[in-house]
């Protein structure tokens, strides 16, 4: 059953409560142009997600519990004691998730963009020439109903 599993329900709230600060996130950046803002945002989403193994020493002498939790966590957990070892690993997985965050974001980026409207010399002086009356037949005016 789902709520029996402590570790079930432990990731799925890390999941949905990551999937909340990675909208808010990304609509807080709505200043920035899309090139920006979706790289930094899977960015933040290859830090929150990767995931790596930790282990840790039991009560009893050389037992060990070992599990799976977000490589973030396991690098924060291991900078506070001071573990040089393991936050070496869970650090290079946290930069791997976040240059692979930055790589899909622009991948993203590359396939969903618009195409550009060419406005060179030529364009430019071919739409003068017209005069203001080709402007106005180019300009669509907004209707109601």
Request: glycine share 10%; hydrophobic share 50%.
């Amino acid at each position: 059953m789902l709520t029996s599993d402590s570790m079930t329900l432990l990731w799925l709230t890390y999941v949905g409560l990551s999937l909340v600060v990675l909208l808010t996130g990304y609509l807080g950046l709505a200043f920035l142009p899309r090139l920006l803002r979706l790289p930094i945002t899977w960015a933040v989403a290859g830090i929150l997600w990767i995931p790596t193994r930790f282990r840790l020493p039991l009560i009893e002498e050389g037992e060990f519990y070992t599990g799976l939790a977000p490589a973030v966590v396991v690098a924060s957990v291991a900078f506070l004691e001071r573990n040089t070892e393991v936050l070496l690993s869970a650090g290079l997985l946290v930069a791997a998730g976040a240059g692979l965050g930055v790589a899909l974001g622009l991948l993203q980026w590359w396939a969903f963009r618009t195409p550009e409207e060419p406005d060179g010399p030529e364009r430019r002086s071919s739409r003068d020439d017209k005069g203001p009356a080709s402007a106005a037949r180019g300009r669509r005016e907004p209707v109601i109903g």
